[in-house]
């Protein structure tokens, strides 16, 4: 008896660990095969992991971006502004990241309020919890990733005023554009309620919002700011062009994030956006080398890289919108647009550092009528017989540079009036960098 007994134990056991086996198999699979849950209730939906992870990848690429951004523009300055360069970026990644989840969220995505703001009832997050779902992802995810576009957003300015804005200074500006500018516009656009968006304006992941805000804004603070000593006097030539292209190579990298990202979801119209981000910035890459080709018998590596921003900035608004073969055109018209912007600088005599308004500004405002004029996609343009959408596009590029220009030239001049915007011109010669930081980018 004692061994049937121990046979049966044992019998029992294995058939234990089998049926536990079997059990994992089947929940395996009915993850796999069972389609996902709605919840009851009119606009109600369940988290789908594939979208959430998705997001999550994208959110991650995006911050990466600031690191590539402080290596394109950090390779751009001369030797003696590296640091001071790179650390616009960097802190940018500090002082927003803070103000979004406090304020900036709320004022961007906030219940509307007369269609210009967002209400402060999200100010803290206040009533986002784990549970809490925007579509079909996590709330906390959806913050998290347009709070990368409004980090990213005011560190482009920086590349119009380097190598001689107070860094101080440069810490408050962001704090106020940000709350005031980026934030006013982003609820315009993509904010329940806003505007524009109720105007019918297509902006896919920042054309207007991100590149025109950003670029029309870094042409008023220089206009105030003023020229770096020796502007078209002395040449100034970029110190470390590698880590330009290594930048340059990262914010490819990453607007994968920025504009499939914008989707919000790992579908069919997150690969349409991920293949004309690909294609676009190789265009207009190609196009910008032939200009420069042309124009000054050599292509530079410094225009390769300026012309892969360029075709990156001029797709975002499009980039879930036109078709491959359009963001193709897009991408070579503004190689081209954004080379000339570059080249007028030294013809106006105004002192855009590292191109932030010749590449983001021109760029930007290029795409978003080109968005108007090719959209077939979840949306029609002029080509699908929709001309009034190219009016609507000039609209919202009309307003956001007109609400971006006057409001920064009012924060500026307001700044100089209190803190001052410009190092002395003694503190400019020595170099940003050991008069802002204390330190040196090289140590030889």
Known sequence: MKNVSGFFHRKMRYLNGKGFLLFVFLSFAGELILPEMTCAGEGASAINSGDTAWMMV??????????????????????????????????????????????????SFGPDVGHFIGSLDFAFLNGIGPDTLHGTIPEYVFVMFQGMFAIIT????????????????????????????????????WGDGGWLLNLGALDFAGGTVVHVSSGISALAAIVLLGKRKGFLKTAFFPHNLTLTLLGAGLLWFGWFGFNAGSAL??????????TNTQVAAAAASLSWMFAEWWVQKQPSALGAASGIVAGLVAITPAAGFV????????????????????????????????????????????????????????GAGLIAGAGKQVLVQLV?????????????????????????????????????????????????
């Open 265 to 274: 979801a790992s579908d069919g119209n997150a690969a349409l956006a991920f």
């Open 154 to 189: 005011p560190a482009l300015i920086s590349g119009a005023v380097a190598e001689r804005m107070k860094f101080s200074t440069y810490v408050v500006f962001i704090l106020l554009w940000s709350t005031i500018v980026y934030d006013p516009v982003a609820h315009w656009v």
């Open 323 to 378: 078709t491959p073969p359009w963001a193709i055109v897009i991408g070579l018209v503004a190689g081209v647009i954004c080379y000339f912007a570059v080249m007028l600088k030294s013809r106006a005599g105004y002192d855009d550092s590292l191109d932030a308004f010749g590449v983001h500004g021109v760029g930007g405002t290029f795409g978003a009528i080109a968005t108007g004029l090719f959209a077939t996609v979840n």
């Open 396 to 444: 919202a590029v009309g307003a956001t540079a007109l609400y971006a220009f006057v409001v920064t030239l009012i924060l500026v001049w307001l700044l100089e009036k209190t803190m001052g915007l410009r190092v002395t011109d003694e503190e400019e010669v020595i170099g940003l960098d050991e008069t802002q930081h204390g330190e040196h980018g090289y140590n030889d």
């Open 58 to 107: 994208s959110t991650a690429l995006v911050l990466l971006m600031l690191p590539g951004l402080s290596l394109f523009y950090g390779g751009m300055v001369r030797k003696k502004n590296v640091l001071s360069s790179m650390m616009h970026s960097f802190v940018a990644m500090a002082v927003i990241g803070v103000q979004w989840v406090v304020i900036g969220y709320t004022l």
